[in-house]
């Protein structure tokens, strides 16, 4: 049981590490950066692949809650 609470833990911290990142990123990016549209672009790109692997967990996860609850 506490290998599956763990296992839960770390597939839904994922997710909120990977966004604080990106938010970072950006941020210190936009502030040695002098070019605007370079820090935009790498915003956006960054937004759009944590999108990604946000969804991606959040697919995941519901399929190993759905599994774990149809299991005997």
């Known amino acids: 049981m506490h290998d599956t609470a763990r296992h839960a833990f ?3 911290l994922i997710p909120v590490v990977l966004t604080i990142l990106t938010f970072l990123i ?3 990016s936009g ?3 002098e070019k605007a549209a370079f820090t935009g672009f790498l915003f956006l790109a960054l937004i759009a ?3 990604l692997v946000d969804l991606g967990m959040f697919i995941y996860n519901l399929y190993l809650g759905i ?3 149809v299991q005997d």
């Open 10 to 12: 770390i597939l839904h």
């Open 26 to 28: 950006a941020g210190i």
């Open 31 to 33: 502030v040695v950066s």
């Open 49 to 51: 692949l944590v999108a």
């Open 67 to 69: 599994k774990i609850l």
